[in-house]
C-alpha cells in the first residue's frame, strides 16, 4: 500500500510537472509568434528603408554631377571673363599708345 501511495504520489507530482512545461510551452509558443511577426515587420522596414536608401544615393550621385558640371562652367566662364578683361586691358592699353 505504501508503495501505491509513493507511485501515486510521483505520477501526480509528474502530472504537475507535465501541467507547467505545457504552460511554459504556450508561454514560449506565443512569444515566438510574437518575434515572427516583429522580425517580419522590421524585414519589410529594412527593405523599405534599402529601397529608400537606393533612391537617396541616386539622387545625391546626380546632384553631385549637376555640382561639378556647374563648377566646371564656372570655370570655363570665369576664364573667359579673364580673357576678356585681358583683351580690354590691351585695347585700352594700345588706345593710351596711340
Do not use: F, P, W, Y
Not at 3 to 28: A, M, P, Y
Amino acid at each position: 500500500m505504501e508503495l501505491l501511495r509513493t507511485l501515486e504520489e510521483k505520477i501526480s507530482s509528474l502530472v504537475g510537472i507535465i501541467r507547467d512545461l505545457k504552460t511554459q510551452n504556450e508561454v514560449l509558443k506565443a512569444e515566438a509568434d510574437k518575434a515572427h511577426v516583429k522580425h517580419e515587420a522590421l524585414s519589410k522596414e529594412n527593405a523599405t528603408l534599402l529601397q529608400e536608401n537606393a533612391q537617396l544615393t541616386i539622387t545625391l550621385n546626380a546632384m553631385e554631377n549637376s555640382m561639378l558640371k556647374d563648377n566646371e562652367r564656372m570655370e570655363e566662364t570665369k576664364i573667359v571673363v579673364d580673357d576678356l578683361i585681358k583683351s580690354i586691358d590691351a585695347l585700352v592699353g594700345n588706345e593710351h599708345q596711340k
